[in-house]
Protein backbone atom coordinates (compact mmCIF):
# COMPACT_ATOMS: atom_id res chain seq x y z
CA UNK A 1 0.00 0.00 0.00
CA UNK A 2 1.36 3.32 -0.88
CA UNK A 3 -1.17 6.19 0.45
CA UNK A 4 -1.39 9.35 -1.78
CA UNK A 5 -2.76 12.49 -0.04
CA UNK A 6 -3.66 14.72 -2.29
CA UNK A 7 -4.33 18.90 -1.72
CA UNK A 8 -4.76 22.24 -3.71
CA UNK A 9 -8.56 21.76 -5.49
CA UNK A 10 -11.46 24.39 -5.32
CA UNK A 11 -13.37 26.28 -7.26
CA UNK A 12 -12.12 29.23 -9.58
CA UNK A 13 -13.13 30.87 -12.06
CA UNK A 14 -12.26 30.45 -16.37
CA UNK A 15 -9.01 31.38 -16.59
CA UNK A 16 -8.36 31.13 -13.52
CA UNK A 17 -4.79 28.73 -11.90
CA UNK A 18 -4.84 26.11 -9.29
CA UNK A 19 -2.29 23.86 -8.29
CA UNK A 20 -2.38 20.57 -6.96
CA UNK A 21 -0.52 18.31 -4.77
CA UNK A 22 0.09 14.97 -4.01
CA UNK A 23 1.97 13.39 -1.04
CA UNK A 24 3.36 9.83 -1.28
CA UNK A 25 3.95 7.96 1.90
CA UNK A 26 5.49 4.73 2.40
CA UNK A 27 7.83 4.43 -0.74
CA UNK A 28 10.05 7.26 -2.94
CA UNK A 29 8.56 8.94 -6.43
CA UNK A 30 12.08 9.00 -7.10
CA UNK A 31 12.05 6.32 -9.68
CA UNK A 32 8.33 6.23 -10.15
CA UNK A 33 5.58 6.81 -12.86
CA UNK A 34 3.23 9.26 -11.23
CA UNK A 35 0.39 10.66 -12.82
CA UNK A 36 -2.62 13.12 -12.45
CA UNK A 37 -6.13 11.27 -13.55
CA UNK A 38 -9.36 13.41 -14.05
CA UNK A 39 -13.05 12.19 -14.04
CA UNK A 40 -15.95 14.43 -14.92
CA UNK A 41 -19.63 13.49 -14.10
CA UNK A 42 -20.86 10.99 -16.68
CA UNK A 43 -17.37 10.60 -17.90
CA UNK A 44 -14.77 8.06 -17.70
CA UNK A 45 -11.51 8.38 -16.02
CA UNK A 46 -8.97 10.01 -18.10
CA UNK A 47 -5.01 10.78 -18.46
CA UNK A 48 -4.91 14.69 -17.53
CA UNK A 49 -0.84 14.43 -17.23
CA UNK A 50 2.24 12.06 -16.37
CA UNK A 51 5.81 12.34 -14.87
CA UNK A 52 7.51 9.83 -16.12
CA UNK A 53 10.73 8.24 -14.40
CA UNK A 54 12.74 9.72 -16.92
CA UNK A 55 12.01 13.40 -16.26
CA UNK A 56 9.33 12.90 -19.44
CA UNK A 57 6.06 14.54 -19.07
CA UNK A 58 2.79 12.98 -21.12
CA UNK A 59 -0.39 15.49 -21.45
CA UNK A 60 -3.97 14.95 -23.10
CA UNK A 61 -4.51 17.27 -25.94
CA UNK A 62 -6.86 19.41 -24.06
CA UNK A 63 -4.47 20.48 -21.64
CA UNK A 64 -1.19 20.63 -23.36
CA UNK A 65 0.01 24.88 -22.80
CA UNK A 66 -1.99 25.07 -20.02
CA UNK A 67 -1.27 22.54 -17.25
CA UNK A 68 2.42 21.19 -15.96
CA UNK A 69 2.96 18.14 -13.69
CA UNK A 70 6.44 18.54 -12.31
CA UNK A 71 7.62 16.95 -8.85
CA UNK A 72 9.80 17.55 -5.71
CA UNK A 73 11.21 14.14 -4.73
CA UNK A 74 12.83 15.42 -2.08
CA UNK A 75 9.17 16.00 -0.88
CA UNK A 76 7.99 13.05 -2.57
CA UNK A 77 5.25 15.17 -3.92
CA UNK A 78 3.88 15.58 -7.54
CA UNK A 79 2.53 18.53 -8.64
CA UNK A 80 -0.05 19.78 -11.22
CA UNK A 81 -0.09 23.34 -11.90
CA UNK A 82 -3.73 24.25 -13.75
CA UNK A 83 -3.54 27.42 -16.15
CA UNK A 84 -6.08 29.15 -18.18
CA UNK A 85 -8.44 27.08 -16.46
CA UNK A 86 -11.33 26.18 -18.74
CA UNK A 87 -14.95 24.73 -17.38
CA UNK A 88 -14.11 21.58 -19.03
CA UNK A 89 -11.60 20.84 -16.63
CA UNK A 90 -14.09 20.62 -13.91
CA UNK A 91 -14.01 17.50 -12.12
CA UNK A 92 -11.94 14.98 -9.71
CA UNK A 93 -8.57 14.87 -9.98
CA UNK A 94 -6.52 11.71 -8.66
CA UNK A 95 -3.05 11.45 -8.45
CA UNK A 96 -1.84 7.86 -9.25
CA UNK A 97 1.46 5.65 -8.88
CA UNK A 98 2.46 2.27 -9.16
CA UNK A 99 1.97 2.02 -13.67
CA UNK A 100 3.72 2.91 -16.97
CA UNK A 101 0.47 3.49 -19.41
CA UNK A 102 -2.12 6.39 -19.89
CA UNK A 103 -4.66 3.67 -19.08
CA UNK A 104 -5.92 4.16 -15.73
CA UNK A 105 -6.57 0.42 -14.72
CA UNK A 106 -2.74 -0.16 -14.96
CA UNK A 107 -2.10 1.83 -11.92
CA UNK A 108 -2.12 0.29 -8.13
CA UNK A 109 -2.18 3.51 -5.81
CA UNK A 110 -4.37 5.95 -5.67
CA UNK A 111 -4.87 9.57 -4.07
CA UNK A 112 -8.16 10.06 -2.31
CA UNK A 113 -9.52 12.45 -4.91
CA UNK A 114 -9.73 16.46 -4.98
CA UNK A 115 -12.58 18.09 -7.13
CA UNK A 116 -11.77 20.84 -9.38
CA UNK A 117 -14.66 23.39 -10.43
CA UNK A 118 -13.86 25.69 -12.78
CA UNK A 119 -16.92 28.14 -12.97
CA UNK A 120 -17.92 30.01 -16.93
Known amino acids: QVPLVESGGGLVQAGGSLTLSCTASGRTINNSNMGWFRQAPGKEREVAAISWSDGGTTYVDSVKGRFTIFRDNAKNTVYLQMNSLKPEDTGVYYC??????????????WGQGTQVTVSS
Open 96 to 109: TTGGSTRRWRTYDY
